[in-house]
Nanobody
Framework: QVQLVESGGGLVQAGGSLRLSCAAS????????LGWFRQAPGKEREFVSAISVNGGKFDSAESVKGRFTISRDNAKNMVYLQMDSLKPEDTAVYYC????????????????????WGQGAQVTVSS
């Protein structure tokens, strides 16, 4: 079992920045692929960004490319989402997710590919 706890959410004006952090604990392993998803009010949860076990490969949704950056620190069992140039449409609850991956360069973009989820962090962007 892996427990994931997000932090760093909050209220920010459009054009501002926030950095989300996700701490993994429990049966932690460096062989976990990690991802970020978000769910806006009244909408389905959607993929935001994903990173491979070794951090060498990553992908992001078109809506956040060029603005959001995912990174990880395996020594600290942490994954981050740096969010710049935030827009009101980025307002959502952001979730960290993890799954074991046998191949160090694997990334996963679908929700049902992940086994562990955090409780979510609220991000609100005002116009």
């Amino acid at each position: 079992q892996v427990q994931l706890v997000e932090s760093g959410g909050g209220l920010v004006q459009a054009g501002g920045s926030l950095r989300l952090s996700c701490a993994a604990s429990g049966r932690t392993s460096r062989h976990y692929a990690l991802g970020w998803f978000r769910q806006a009010p009244g909408k389905e949860r959607e993929f935001v960004s994903a990173i491979s076990v070794n951090g060498g490969k990553f992908d992001s949704a078109e809506s956040v490319k060029g603005r959001f950056t995912i990174s990880r620190d395996n020594a600290k069992n942490m994954v981050y989402l740096q969010m710049d140039s935030l827009k009101p449409e980025d307002t959502a609850v952001y979730y960290c997710a993890a799954r074991e991956a046998g191949y160090p360069m694997s990334i996963f973009v679908a929700q049902d590919q992940y086994d562990y989820w955090g409780q979510g962090a609220q991000v609100t962007v005002s116009s």
